[in-house]
Nanobody, 126 residues
Framework: QVQLVESGGGLVQAGDSLRLSCLAS????????VGWFRQAPGKEREFVAAIAWSTGITYYPDSVKGRFTISRDNAKNTVYLQMNSLKPEDTAVYYC???????????????????WGQGTQVTVSS
């Protein structure tokens, strides 16, 4: 069982940066693949970034590629999402999610993940 807690959200202006953190419980978190998703009001949950546990390969959709970076510090049981050049359309609740071992479903699909955090609000003003 893994519990995830996101932090680092807030209200920023367009062009600013934020770093979100996802702190996990459990001694084997280093063997979990982790993804970040976001959900804006009235919209479906959207894939933002992922990092595979075994290879460290990272994945991004075109909408955030070059602006967002996912990384992990296994010693701290934490995965980060560095968000630069934020835009008003990045406004959403951001969730981290974890999957033990390798992906059995596409990494960009919410159904690939077994554990979810409660989310942290990111608001970008224009």
């Amino acid at each position: 069982q893994v519990q995830l807690v996101e932090s680092g959200g807030g209200l920023v202006q367009a062009g600013d940066s934020l770093r979100l953190s996802c702190l996990a419980s459990g001694r084997t978190f280093r063997t979990y693949s982790v993804g970040w998703f976001r959900q804006a009001p009235g919209k479906e949950r959207e894939f933002v970034a992922a990092i595979a546990w075994s290879t460290g390969i990272t994945y991004y959709p075109d909408s955030v590629k070059g602006r967002f970076t996912i990384s992990r510090d296994n010693a701290k049981n934490t995965v980060y999402l560095q968000m630069n050049s934020l835009k008003p359309e990045d406004t959403a609740v951001y969730y981290c999610a974890a999957k033990g071992g390798s992906y059995s479903a596409p990494y960009y699909s919410a159904r690939a993940y077994d554990y979810w955090g409660q989310g942290t609000q990111v608001t970008v003003s224009s």
